[in-house]
């Protein structure tokens, strides 16, 4: 059972576009949402991340958006760059399991 | 060391064989995560470790897959028997405390089974 779902898979921007990412959880037992971005043969990185108690933050360009009643979540890129060009994946903690659960994955393309 | 390190970073293995894969987490980072990443897909959990103990092993597809972490500090995923469907990125990941939510990826070990 896929308690992440992600989309869309594949995303193309120019450079200086908006990137927007979304996901969807199952699980109302998730307390803890990070994004992760990883660049080809190499391991992901914590990007940003929000706990449900709030609606958005914001770290440079990247904003989180998150709708609790909705069980949604998204990821902004402002002012996309082809530095951005990666695959991000969206995921959740259960407090009590500890492991992260992740989305499928979105590979981002910013064009130059 | 300055991050999560993981040996080899490419295994090829022939069908059959017993494969050990090495994780040196972060120096003093009570949890360590093994996680698998089939190619285009999300890493899934395999397994946990709070400092030795072995507290959550509900993600390993099979017994051919062990995983251990003696001293609390660096740990081996084995795999014996390796099947295809085993090839896959083998991540490892540690955190702080026990209740730290911020993990820390390696580079992985890419696995190749013939």
């Known amino acids: 059972q896929q308690q992440v779902k992600q989309s869309p898979q594949s995303l193309i921007v120019q450079k200086g576009g908006i990137s927007i990412i979304n996901c969807a959880y199952e699980?109302?037992?998730?307390?803890?949402f990070p994004w992760y971005q990883q660049f080809p043969g190499k391991g992901p990185a914590l990007l940003i991340a929000?706990?449900?108690?709030?609606s958005e933050k914001k770290e440079g360009r990247f904003t989180i958006s998150f709708n609790k009643s909705a069980k949604q979540f998204s990821l902004h890129i402002m002012d996309s760059q082809p530095g951005d060009s990666a695959t991000y994946f969206c995921?959740?903690?259960?407090?009590?399991?500890?492991?992260?659960?992740f989305g499928s994955g979105t590979q981002l393309t910013v064009l130059p | 060391g300055a991050g999560v390190s993981q040996s080899p970073r490419y295994k090829v293995a022939k069908r059959g064989q017993d494969v050990a894969l090495r994780c040196d987490p972060i120096?003093?980072?009570?949890?360590l995560f093994w996680y698998q990443q089939a190619l285009g897909q999300g890493p899934e959990f395999l397994t946990y470790?709070?400092?030795?103990?072995?507290?959550?092993k509900s993600g390993l597809p099979s017994d051919r897959f062990f995983a251990e972490r003696p001293e609390g500090s660096v740990s081996t995923l084995k795999i014996q028997r390796t099947q295809q469907e085993d090839s896959a990125v083998y991540l490892c990941a540690s955190s702080l405390l026990e209740s730290t939510d911020t993990q820390y990826f390696g580079p992985g070990t890419r696995l190749t089974v013939l």
């Open positions: 120096s003093g980072h009570v949890s």
């Open positions: 470790f709070q400092n030795e103990a072995q507290l959550d």
């Open positions: 995921a959740a903690i259960d407090g009590s399991a500890r492991q992260l659960t």
């Open positions: 699980n109302t037992a998730f307390d803890y």
């Open positions: 929000i706990r449900p108690d709030v």
